[in-house]
């Protein structure tokens, strides 16, 4: 899943991304309203994170903008204002969720986690393609009982395919949802991804669920 998070302290914004980038998120950043809009104009996010003061344009002006655009993206809004009158102005703007800071990191990561889950598009918390199971909560990975330790990207681009099990997913969906805006389109990463996850998940298996379409994508699936 990949997110946008628009936040001007930098200090902040570094300990934001590294902590959601150590649990498979891919993030990209931006210090100021107008390269927030910027970044959601040019990229297909999952949800975004939003601060309220910002540089240039601030978040509730951001995210009028996003919902006048027609982007239907979760907004999470993060600010210092915890009044009711601030966090109705945040929910008036096109906000699906409102933190106030300091905030705990681990609320941070369920409150994204619960904006996800509200896309009628993503299955359960708990996804099964056969005998492999994978557990977004946990992150937890499993085939025929046995756990298979997976990196955090690893763990990303299985999880974006079992969302999608059963569909032909193509590299640049991938790269636009597993990767961040440093992701190379010409690079051979996604193809050496796909090949260390076939080698963890299928292995010695003889039903194989990871498939190539030369040329199209790649697809998870119990059918092949």
């Known amino acids: 899943m990949r ?9 902040m914004a570094n300990v934001i991304a590294k902590g959601l980038r150590e649990n498979s998120y891919a993030v990209d950043v931006a210090q100021d309203g107008a390269a927030g809009l910027y970044q959601a104009a040019i990229n297909d996010y999952d949800v975004i994170v939003l601060d309220v003061l910002l540089p240039k344009r601030d978040g509730y002006e951001v995210c009028r903008e996003l919902r006048k655009r027609g982007l239907t993206t979760p907004i999470l809004m993060l600010t210092a204002r915890a009044s009711i009158d601030d966090r109705i102005t945040g929910f008036d703007a096109g906000a699906d969720d409102y933190l106030t800071k300091p905030f705990s990191f681990r609320e941070l990561l369920a409150r994204i986690h ?19 199971v994978v557990d977004s909560i946990s992150h937890r990975v499993s085939r025929a009982d046995h756990e298979v330790q997976l ?3 690893e763990y990303a681009l299985l999880e974006y395919l079992a969302r999608r099990a059963g569909q032909l997913v193509s590299r640049a969906e991938i ?3 597993v990767w961040d ?18 080698k963890k998940i299928d292995g010695k298996h003889s039903l194989k669920l990871l498939h190539t379409r030369r040329g199209e994508g790649y697809m998870l699936d119990v059918r092949h």
């Not at 051979?188 to 090949?195: A, G, H, Q, R, S």
Request: aromatic share 6%.
């Open 175 to 177: 790269a636009a949802h």
């Open 181 to 198: 805006d440093t992701f190379d389109p010409f690079s051979n990463t996604i193809e050496v991804y796909i090949n260390r996850l076939r």
């Open 3 to 11: 997110i946008l998070l628009v936040e001007d302290d930098s200090r």
């Open 151 to 153: 990196t955090a990207k």
């Open 114 to 132: 619960a904006l996800l889950r509200r896309d009628s598009q993503l299955r359960p918390d708990v996804l099964k393609i056969g005998d492999l």
